[in-house]
């Protein structure tokens, strides 16, 4: 059974509380991603939240905040993760009673990488599962 770390996006790119919604917008464009980490400034790697493109856009710029606004102020903290030697059925599981596309992925609350939808599906692993974990999340979306 494969686990988490096989199939993850590994060194994901991630912001700290020191950067601004402006440099994570940014860093969206140039990574091609909707999902930023946010990490300790400290050592680098504590996982503290996380910002999707929907968190800037409806808690950053909808509210009038300029690019200049600290990521604390759009982040989620609430944050969903899976331990790196999890199986990738108990990531799909997660994504789907959860509702959601991405999940950090930490080793000692250390985040190590990223994992999502595509990665299961891409790399052909429990795709019964991501495709499923996909329609739920869909289908609760339009409602």
């Known amino acids: 059974m494969k686990i988490v770390k096989e199939v ?5 790119a991630s912001v700290t509380l020191l950067d601004n919604i402006y440099e994570v917008a940014v860093k969206m464009r ?40 600290a990521v604390e102020t759009v ?3 609430e944050v969903i993760s899976i331990p790196e030697t999890a199986s990738v059925d108990e990531a799909a599981e997660l994504m789907a009673s959860r509702q959601i596309r ?12 990223i994992v999502s939808l595509g990665d299961l599906a891409v790399k052909r692993i429990y795709a ?16």
Request: charged share 30%; net charge negative.
């Open 8 to 12: 993850m996006t590994a060194d994901p």
């Open 30 to 69: 140039d990574y091609g991603t909707g999902f930023i980490p946010v990490v300790d400034s400290a050592d680098g790697a504590t996982l503290l939240g996380v910002i999707t493109d929907r968190d800037l856009v409806l808690r950053g710029y909808a509210d009038k905040h300029p690019g200049s606004t």
């Open 75 to 77: 982040m989620s903290r």
């Open 102 to 113: 991405r999940i950090p992925v930490t080793r000692d609350k250390k985040l190590t990488g």
């Open 128 to 143: 019964d599962e991501a495709a499923e974990a996909l329609s739920e999340i869909s289908r609760r979306q339009l409602h």
